[in-house]
């Protein structure tokens, strides 16, 4: 009997996840559709080109709010147990309310581990798709960014010449030991440029002490050159780089990639942890949902626990990012800006579930 309820009460908590990701799928794809024909109003691409980049983005964006369902998956749950006074049955088969929730919880956290083995690998691959077609219709697709071993590569067009910078390393707002190729818009040559530093902290680069090659001449200045970019410094550590268009193993070489060049990797190192940790993170707020839909009143209608769960959602979302700013600048380390707010969610949901056999 037991067996057939944990079948019963899986499968029903599973229909009401599903029915929630189809709508919030559909929300997401609506508004996400205008904004991309908005984007190729004026270009001559396929008609059908808006609606298949709306479905390779939308499921980047769900996974921002698969926390907000897992939390109204659960509520709805409970309302459509408790109206049909189903859980009776847990009652009569000599269980408790303890019993519920730990199933519920098992099935989050199995969810979790299904978004990060093979819901996001995907995801991260659709959206760097988006990004590959999306790039070719952009006026920025001229401007490239690319990190090797070699250092930081840049191809750059100002003024109908281009710019094909070479960087070995950066250290705070300056590129060091660059080598540039200047060419015009056939690709022939105009000249070399090699300097030990340039100052990028704004798109007017100052390069200093530059050395000039042109027409087989080395020229030596002291004097500083001007070069008005598209990049300056905090366009290069993020230019064209969307965490969410990366797969987990992407992520790891990406990091190795910046220790080379000694680049920040703090941005990569919270995404990634924010990634891992969605299973327990999932599986607290199907906890705090179940504290709250069994402790509903009879003269609370069904809507207030509801909506109470969501706005407890969203303070959730929102002490999440300011934790998350506090680690990406070095206020807190990144480790505890991401466990912190998951540690005290789960003091809460073990307080509340001291007395929850009681209801």
Known sequence: MIKTLDKYFISLFTRKLLILIAIFFSLIFILTIFEEITFFSDSTSAFYLPFVLAIFDVPTTLLEIFPFVILIAA??????????????????????????IKLLTICSF????????IYYPISSKLKFIYFDIKNV?????????????????????????????????????????VFISK??????????????????????????NPIIFKDNRQIESEKTLILDSHFNIDKINSTFRNLNSFNLFQLIDIKKENMILGYSSQDI????????????????????????????KKNKPY???????????????Y????????????????????????IFLGIISLIGLIRINEK
């Open 137 to 177: 219709y952009s006026e920025d697709g001229k401007y490239l960014k690319h990190f090797n071993d070699n250092g930081i590569w840049i191809k750059d067009e100002i003024n109908d010449n281009i710019y094909i910078i070479n960087g070995a390393s950066k250290k705070d707002n300056h590129l060091e030991d």
């Open 110 to 117: 199995i969810f979790g581990i299904i978004i990060i083995t």
């Open 269 to 296: 190192d919270l995404h990634f942890l924010k990634i891992l940790s969605l299973p327990i993170y999932f599986g607290i707020l199907v906890i705090i949902s179940s504290i709250i839909m069994l402790n509903i």
């Open 75 to 100: 509520q709805l749950f409970f309302i459509d147990l408790i109206k049909k006074k189903e859980n009776e049955l847990i009652k009569i088969n000599n269980l408790d309310n303890f019993y519920l």
């Open 183 to 208: 060419f015009d818009k056939n690709f022939d040559l105009i000249e070399n440029i090699f300097t030990k530093k340039i100052d990028i902290s704004s798109n007017r680069w100052i390069i200093e």
């Open 303 to 317: 809507i207030f626990h509801v909506l109470l769960g969501i706005s407890l959602s969203v303070i959730i979302y």
């Open 319 to 342: 002490v999440n990012n300011i934790f998350n700013v506090f680690g990406l600048t070095n206020k807190i380390p990144i480790y505890l800006s991401v466990f912190f707010p998951i």
